[in-house]
């Protein structure tokens, strides 16, 4: 299964000039706004023109399984800090990454690892832990709702266990994004495919934070 990343998914309906696809996630947006203000959290408005929305991830799109091996990365931190982290030779997780994954998982406080792989929102409110919707609110991906803010955190910590360079001010530079643009088959580069998910996601953080506008995964 394919995951797509989007940031200002309200702009990118409208210059499409999809008005289903507006309406659609008009009101899923609506739902977790609501869902926000429930929990009395200042909400935001999304923003529907995309002229400041770019990122400079060129990968819009990848498999689901890399996203796991990425939490993988951050999962294993959680539990075992100090070891040195390999990457996976198979290309799909052992038994001992997914138990690892699902035990951090559990403790509900990672944006990176509680969040559907493949539908609901990250939005650019901080708050510590995600957190998760009632039915009756309708919030897609299983109610939960990620920060934006506590997803560039947790993607800042594991930045080093998967050979990413970040600047001294955990900036990532624009030499990283184009190494990692230009690596073609992730499967010839050692820790490739997180690299890849990881500069998708980071650019959507970092955007996501600037325009005041919500990530999608769908």
């Known amino acids: ?21 507006y309406e659609w996630r008009r ?3 609506d739902a977790v706004q609501e869902f926000l203000e429930s929990r009395g959290f200042d909400t ?3 923003p529907e023109d995309s002229s400041q929305l770019g990122m400079r991830s060129t990968l819009l799109s990848f498999p689901a399984s890399n996203l796991h091996l990425l939490r993988r990365a951050y999962a294993r931190f959680r539990k075992h800090p100090r070891e040195t982290l390999d990457p996976v030779e198979s290309g799909s997780l052992s038994d001992d990454d997914q138990a690892i994954i699902d035990f951090v998982g559990r403790l509900g406080d990672s944006h990176l690892l509680c ?19 009632p039915e009756e609110y309708e919030v897609p ?3 939960a709702v990620g920060s934006s803010y506590g997803l560039k955190d947790e993607l800042q910590i594991i930045a080093p266990r998967i050979d990413i360079r970040l600047n001294e001010d955990g900036s990532l530079p624009d030499s990283e994004v184009q190494r990692v643009n230009n690596m073609g088959d992730t499967s010839n580069h050692r820790f490739g495919a997180e690299q890849s998910v990881f500069v998708v996601l ?4 970092r955007v996501s934070i600037k325009e005041n506008a919500a990530i999608c995964f769908h």
Request: glycine content about 14%; cysteine-free.
């Open 202 to 205: 980071w650019e959507a953080a």
């Open 1 to 21: 299964m394919g995951l797509a990343i989007s940031v200002g998914i309200l702009a990118e309906m409208k210059e499409l000039g999809e008005e289903q696809g």
């Open 27 to 29: 009101d899923e947006l």
């Open 115 to 133: 969040h559907s792989d493949h539908n609901g929102y990250y939005v650019p409110v901080d708050f510590a832990d995600p957190l998760f919707a």
């Open 141 to 143: 991906g299983y109610g």
């Open 44 to 46: 935001w408005e999304e």
